[in-house]
């Protein structure tokens, strides 16, 4: 059996769903379009990855032959209601760069220890465009909406690859949209047009992007009051743009079985719990599915104040009131636009009542112009 065949069979027998095989040349065509779009993604190209240098992989490991991608299908499973519509999918299925000591994570583990036992040099995580290499090798096409599609699967899919030594067979490419012609259902779903051309994609205005919006990402904590109202209930992700497309219906109507970890999470999930979050709610109903790119617990509250404040129901106001004595301004702030949300007498005299003893500037801000709003 080839090195390329056996590479191949590992992977499928971990649970990957397709695998192919690209050399490890530069993506010239990646690194022109993220040049010519650096005012929308400058909190990108400047992140710890170095997407720009990452896309000539050879400037990281100088005798990396050929690049082994990965489809990984993280729809097996139903996701509960409770949680769909707040968590994106894929943060849910526990699946995106999973930690190490997580079953997720150990397939990862397994694949590179593999590649080491068949005498191959693996490279340390290389931020590849994981969308361009899949669709190069032959295992994906290309949505509207930016998001890889795998045959038979759809889009709710992980990507990722291993860059090795070593010459292997090599997949032909499927870089193209496979939309169906006239479709534009994600552009037209999308709630803040952050699609604004086909496969084009002002992340600024994506709910995904702002729900992870903190100061330790280098791109601020501020959410625009137009992106707050867009975001719904969304706490973590979006995926919006993926559950209206055509190309996803088979599986999102498919009958599932349930993911038992997921609906004891569900069972004791809601927003109110995540705005006043004990540190036993964070370890064990937020860090388990949401740790890849929020850290704090503060920013998690401040989501959920957002969410809370979308909904509009004055039950929630005891919540967002407690919330405005958490010793974080950032979840006083964002409770106090969450009040203005919901409106009404109630919301008034309790912000009334919190202008009188807050201490921060930014917070008595938010407090004032939510009653001038109020009246
Ligand atoms: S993830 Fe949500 S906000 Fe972002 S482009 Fe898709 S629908 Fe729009
Ligand atoms: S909604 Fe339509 S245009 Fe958008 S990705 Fe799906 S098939 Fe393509």
């Known amino acids: ?57 050879r400037s990281l490991m100088k005798n990396a032959k050929s690049i082994i991608t990965t489809v990984y299908d993280y729809s097996q499973k139903s996701f509960p209601k409770e949680l769909t519509g707040k968590i994106g999918r894929i943060y849910q299925a526990r699946s995106y760069y999973a930690p190490p000591n997580t079953i997720n994570g150990a397939r990862t583990r397994l694949m590179r220890e593999y590649l080491r036992r068949l005498g191959c040099e693996v490279a340390d995580k290389i931020s590849l465009p994981e969308r361009l290499v899949a669709a190069k090798a032959g295992i994906v096409n290309f949505g509207r909406n930016n998001f890889a599609y795998a045959e038979g699967i759809g889009s709710f899919i992980f990507l990722s690859s291993f860059v090795v030594d070593k010459e292997l067979e090599y997949d032909s490419p499927t870089v193209e949209i496979g939309c169906p012609a006239g479709c534009s259902a994600c552009m037209k779903a999308c709630p803040t047009k952050a699609i604004y051309e086909p496969n084009k994609l002002n992340p600024r205005r994506c709910i995904a992007f702002n729900t992870f919006l903190t100061q330790e990402r280098m791109v601020g904590s501020y959410i625009e009051p137009e992106i707050r109202e867009k975001m719904g209930t969304k706490v973590h992700g979006c995926d919006i743009c993926q559950e209206v497309c055509p190309r996803n219906q088979a599986r999102l109507k498919a009958k599932l079985p349930d993911d038992p970890f997921l609906v004891n999470v569900a069972n004791d999930f809601s927003l109110s719990q995540m705005l006043r979050m004990t540190d036993e709610f964070y370890a064990t109903r937020v860090e388990p599915l949401m740790y890849n790119y929020i850290h704090e617990k503060k920013y998690f509250q401040r989501n959920a104040a957002i969410a809370l404040g979308n909904l509009g129901d004055p039950a929630f106001i005891p919540d967002l009131a407690k919330a405005m004595d958490e010793p974080e301004e950032l979840v006083r702030g964002y409770s106090a636009w969450a009040l203005g949300k919901i409106g009404g007498r109630s919301a008034k005299q309790v912000l009334e009542k919190k202008i009188e003893y807050e201490t921060s500037e930014s917070v008595i801000k938010e407090i004032r112009e939510v009653l001038l709003a109020i009246m």
């Not at 490890?24 to 005012?39: G, H, K, V």
């Open 1 to 57: 059996m080839s090195l390329t065949t056996q590479i191949k069979e590992f992977a499928l027998d971990l649970g990957y769903s397709k695998v192919g095989i690209i050399p490890a040349d530069s993506f010239p065509e990646y690194i022109a379009e993220l040049t010519t779009r650096q005012d929308m993604y400058s909190f990108y190209i400047n992140s710890p990855g170095r997407p720009l240098v990452a896309a000539e992989p």
